[in-house]
C-alpha cells in the first residue's frame, strides 16, 4: 500500500495504543515508552505530551532490547513488569489490567498473536533465558517462549489469541472479523482509507 499508509497506519495504531496504556494509570501503572533510538525521545515527547518515562531500546536485536527494557524497568524498583508492541489494535487496558492481575498468581504472563508471536509479555522477575533460542520474527516465537518456560519451570498464564499487523493481509483479516466499537480509530482509519480485500 505504499509508504505513506504504512506510517500513517502504524501511528494511529500507536496512538490508540498509547491511550489504552495511559487508561491503565488510573488504576496504578506506570507508563514506560522504549524508543527505537535516542534521537526519537524529543520527537515522541512532542507527540504524547510527556506522559510516559521515555528511555531508548539497547541491543542488537529483538531478544537484547527486550531483555533491557526490562531491566531498566525492574531496576526501577516495580515488581510487575509488562511489555507490548504497538501493532495489535485490539488491545485494550481491559486486558493489560487482567495480565498484571494474573502475575499476582504467575510468575509470566504471555498473550499469543495469530502469527505466532505474542503482543504482551509480563514477569515477576527478569527471566533471561525466556529470550534467548528464539527465532524471533518467526512464527515459531510464542512456541520457542513456551518450551524455554517449561525448561525452567516458570508457571505461566495464555491470555487470548489477538492478531497484530504486520502485512496488509493481516489488515484485511482484522477489518473482516473486527467486531469492537464504530469508533475505534483503526476502525475510523480504515473506513477513511479504503483498501480493497480482493
Known sequence: MGIDFATSFY????????????????????????????????????WTGNKFKYYSQQGSELGSR??????????????????IGTDTPDINSRLILDAFEALNDFE???GPSLDGGYYLLGLCTIQNS???????STNSVFNDTIKQ????????????KLRDIDIMQDL???????????????????ESNPFSSN
Not at 501511528?11 to 526519537?40: I, M, R
Not at 527486550?66 to 511489555?83: D, E, H, T
Not at 525466556?130 to 524471533?136: A, E, P, S, T, Y
Open 149 to 160: 518456560l517449561k525448561h525452567i519451570k516458570s508457571d505461566y498464564l495464555i491470555l487470548q
Open 130 to 136: 525466556l529470550f534467548k533460542n528464539i527465532r524471533w
Open 66 to 83: 527486550m531483555i533491557n527494557a526490562f531491566n531498566i524497568v525492574f531496576k526501577a524498583g516495580f515488581r510487575k513488569v509488562i511489555i
Open 11 to 46: 501511528k494511529v495504531c500507536a496512538g490508540y495504543t498509547f491511550a489504552e496504556v495511559l487508561e491503565t494509570e488510573n488504576d496504578g501503572v506506570t507508563a514506560f515508552l522504549f524508543c527505537s533510538e535516542e534521537y526519537e525521545i524529543e520527537q515522541m515527547k512532542n
Open 172 to 190: 484485511i483479516d482484522w477489518s473482516k472479523n473486527f467486531s469492537g466499537m464504530p469508533s475505534h480509530p483503526v476502525k475510523l482509519f480504515i
Open 108 to 110: 509470566c504472563v504471555i
